[in-house]
């Protein structure tokens, strides 16, 4: 089981940035970043290996958001750049805490994942 805070959210103009935090717990698992706005569904932004050499992105943030992780904090990041009112959304951090198949880490889909966090707000003002 992974414990996970999320912090780093806020207010911001449009092509602002942003850089999330996700602090854990236990051991060190595969994660994704994922958000989920009003009326929509949660989907997923990024995914990170538990080394941090591997990493994906959906494609409506590639090229803005980075993911990265200092296992040694037990910290998980997003930093979010060139930021875009449909970024809008709530954002929660969670683990794969199997064994991380990269397809599923790929695919990002919520039911593949677990111990979520309480999420940290994001909005951006056009």
């Known amino acids: 089981q992974v414990n996970a805070v999320e912090s780093g959210g806020g207010s911001v103009q449009a092509g602002g940035s942003l850089r999330l935090a996700c602090v854990t717990s236990?051991?060190?698992?595969?994660m994704a970043w994922f958000r989920q706005a009003p009326g929509k569904e949660r989907e997923g932004v990024a995914s990170?290996?538990?080394?941090?050499?591997?990493?994906y992105y959906a494609d409506s943030v590639k090229g803005r958001f980075t993911i990265s992780r200092d296992n040694a904090k037990s910290t998980l990041y997003l930093q979010m750049n060139s930021l875009k009112p449909e970024d809008t959304a709530m954002y929660y951090c969670?683990?794969?805490?199997?064994?991380?198949?990269?397809?599923?880490?790929?695919?990002?889909?919520?039911?593949?994942?677990?111990?979520w966090g309480q999420g940290t707000q994001v909005t951006v003002s056009s």
């Open positions: 969670a683990a794969i805490t199997g064994a991380c198949v990269l397809s599923r880490l790929r695919g990002m889909l919520p039911d593949g994942f677990s111990s």
């Open positions: 236990g051991a060190t698992y595969c």
């Open positions: 990170i290996t538990s080394g941090g050499k591997t990493t």
